[in-house]
């Protein structure tokens, strides 16, 4: 799954750190994200996209293979 | 993904301090006089310790870390069903070595032998991939 945290991530000025503590994970789950190798859970999910004040869909795209 | 299903950090100390207690035991039961006691009592006292060992080894895997959330619980409940397959894949393989490469009598594995197995499985795969986790961090 495709997601556009890190892009949205600089927009707001945000470290992976900030981004942590506003959403109650730890930094390496961010960062695991970000490097697709962690898939959120929905909630995880729609908690990040209220941050960025986005719909889910423009965060996070699903790819072919998914 | 909830966390709080998970044991508190205050229970993974209390755990490292039975397992040193029972392996202490185990290492000085000579100056104890632990060996003198009937066969019984000796087969009670095993019993007991290798449950505490099962209890202790489930309280570190599932105890909270400061870095706790719903990706490393994912991990660990993955690491279950990896547990599972490996200790399905060694209770197959241990009669075979035992007949074809020791040529001892084939004996039934205990439970707890099992059960210790697959926790230590999980707790070492855990502890690898944690400490993956924070070295992919570094480099960032």
Do not use: W
Not at chain 1, 18 to 27: H, M, P, Q
Not at chain 2, 52 to 65: E, P, T, V
Not at chain 2, 87 to 113: G, K, N, V, W
């Amino acid at each position: 799954m495709k997601n556009y945290i890190k892009i949205e991530r600089a927009r707001h000025n945000l470290t992976q750190g900030d981004l942590a503590e506003k959403v109650g994970v730890s930094r390496q789950t961010i960062n695991s994200i970000e490097t697709k190798k962690y898939i959120p859970s929905a909630v995880l999910a729609l908690k990040i996209a209220k941050i960025f004040n986005m719909p889910l869909d423009s965060l996070f795209e699903l790819e072919e293979h998914d | 993904m909830n966390t709080n299903i998970l044991f508190t950090a205050k229970a993974r100390v209390a755990s490292y301090f039975i397992i040193a207690t029972t392996i202490v035991l185990a290492v000085l039961d000579g100056q104890l006089g632990l060996t003198d006691l009937t066969e019984e009592l000796n087969t009670l006292f095993f019993h007991i310790s290798t449950g505490l060992m099962c209890l202790s080894l489930f309280l570190i895997q599932f105890s909270k870390y400061p870095e706790e959330d719903e990706m490393l619980m994912e991990i660990r409940l993955k690491l279950v069903l990896n547990a599972l397959l490996v200790a399905t894949i060694y209770l197959t393989i241990s009669p075979i070595m035992e007949h074809f490469i020791f040529q001892d009598e084939i004996q039934e594995i205990p439970a707890s032998q099992i059960i210790m197995f697959m926790l230590l499985y999980q707790i070492i795969m855990f502890q690898m991939k944690r400490y993956s986790l924070k070295k992919e961090l570094a480099k960032e």
